[in-house]
């Protein structure tokens, strides 16, 4: 099992092993979690590039258009997913998490939900929440870190860059895609 950290337990879930939860998938026991996920899609469709790596989809970096230094190949992301469906997340705690960030190469580390983000318009840095109460997302395919105002982001130049979560969606948008043409500017 994986150890939870407090600010994630929330009262009445159903955690076992003194504060830890078994995953949703037992093919990843073992395996390590991960505060990282790939780049999966943009505003303007999967065209980020790393979209269906596991699968032997992705891009290489030549298919990138818009310059490796303007294009998010990973993005922070410690959120996890919870029993909560996305109608009820605003009102109703989850009983029990369901998905958390893993390692891609792991048994199952294909999921979608385990290893994606996307810079969506219903895909904003933090998810409009923070990480005490991460379980009222109103998404979880978003860039989600434990540092205020933003997440990390590496680039496909391998730069790391600090994003805040105040940045004009069209610009997070515009860093997902490998081919939307438009200039960044200073983000």
Same mark, same amino acid.
């Given at each position: 099992?994986?150890?939870?950290?407090?600010?994630? *337990?929330?009262?009445?879930?159903?955690?076992?092993?003194?504060?830890?939860?078994?995953?949703?998938?037992?093919?990843?026991?073992?395996?390590?979690?991960?505060?990282?996920?790939?780049?999966?899609?943009?505003?303007?469709?999967?065209?980020?590039?790393?979209?269906? *790596?596991?699968?032997?989809?992705?891009?290489?970096?030549?298919?990138?258009?818009?310059?490796?230094?303007?294009?998010?190949?990973?993005?922070?992301?410690?959120?996890?997913?919870?029993?909560?469906?996305?109608?009820?997340?605003?009102?109703?705690?989850?009983?029990?998490?369901?998905?958390?960030?893993?390692?891609?190469?792991?048994?199952?580390?294909?999921?979608?939900?385990?290893?994606?983000?996307?810079?969506?318009?219903?895909?904003?840095?933090?998810?409009?929440?923070?990480?005490?109460?991460?379980?009222?997302?109103?998404?979880?395919?978003?860039?989600?870190?434990?540092?205020?105002?933003?997440? *990390?982001?590496?680039?496909?130049?391998?730069?790391?860059?600090?994003?805040?979560?105040?940045?004009?969606?069209?610009?997070?948008?515009?860093?997902?895609?490998?081919?939307?043409?438009?200039?960044?500017?200073?983000?």
């Amino acid at each position: 099992p994986t150890t939870v950290p407090a600010s994630w *337990q929330i009262p009445g879930s159903q955690l076992v092993g003194g504060g830890s939860i078994p995953p949703r998938n037992p093919a990843i026991v073992g395996y390590a979690t991960s505060s990282y996920k790939t780049a999966g899609g943009s505003c303007y469709g999967d065209d980020s590039i790393m979209h269906k *790596q596991w699968e032997g989809g992705g891009k290489a970096f030549r298919d990138v258009i818009d310059g490796l230094s303007n294009t998010i190949a990973v993005a922070e992301s410690t959120y996890v997913t919870s029993t909560t469906s996305a109608a009820s997340r605003r009102t109703t705690a989850p009983t029990a998490f369901n998905d958390w960030p893993i390692w891609i190469g792991a048994p199952g580390g294909g999921n979608d939900e385990t290893v994606r983000t996307n810079g969506r318009t219903n895909s904003p840095i933090n998810a409009t929440v923070n990480f005490s109460t991460m379980y009222f997302a109103n998404n979880d395919d978003n860039a989600f870190s434990y540092h205020t105002g933003g997440a *990390q982001f590496t680039l496909c130049d391998g730069s790391v860059r600090f994003v805040s979560e105040n940045v004009a969606i069209e610009i997070l948008c515009n860093l997902y895609s490998v081919r939307d043409g438009n200039t960044i500017g200073e983000f």
